[in-house]
């Protein structure tokens, strides 16, 4: 009796450990599946290019969240001459964890020739 008591034990230390070996491929397979930063970054500037009409020029800020992805990307909005006189944007963009723009909003409009009034910072 003890010998099938110890075979039924180590039936079930195998299974246990097989599946936490699935659970572990599928965790791994997942983090395969989130895009890289740059991949974020290219998809988001198309994405933004895409719904706004306007080119991204830049982006100036980048950060992973607990739901995304947040970006701030500079934008050419109306070219003027001389084109320091061209009028830019700043846009927040929202992404999932998977990069898609889920939002986006102006949340500034400057002249490219001029210094920033906020000293650069937030």
Do not use: C
């Not at 992973?64 to 934008?75: A, F, H, K, R, S």
């Amino acid at each position: 009796m003890s010998n099938a008591n110890n075979t039924s034990q180590s039936q079930g230390s195998r299974k246990s450990h097989d599946s936490q070996e699935s659970h572990n491929t599928t965790e791994h397979a997942a983090d395969d599946r989130r895009p890289r930063p740059m991949e974020v970054l290219r998809q988001a500037r198309a994405q933004l290019a895409e719904l706004t009409g306007l080119a991204p020029e830049s982006v100036s800020s980048f950060e992973q969240t607990e739901d995304g992805w947040l970006l701030e990307v500079e934008v050419l909005e109306l070219v003027r001459v001389p084109d320091t006189m061209s009028l830019m944007a700043s846009y927040q963009v929202e992404l999932d964890p998977e990069g898609q723009i889920s939002g986006y909003r102006r949340v500034r409009r400057y002249e490219r020739g001029r210094a920033d009034p906020r000293g650069g910072g937030r």
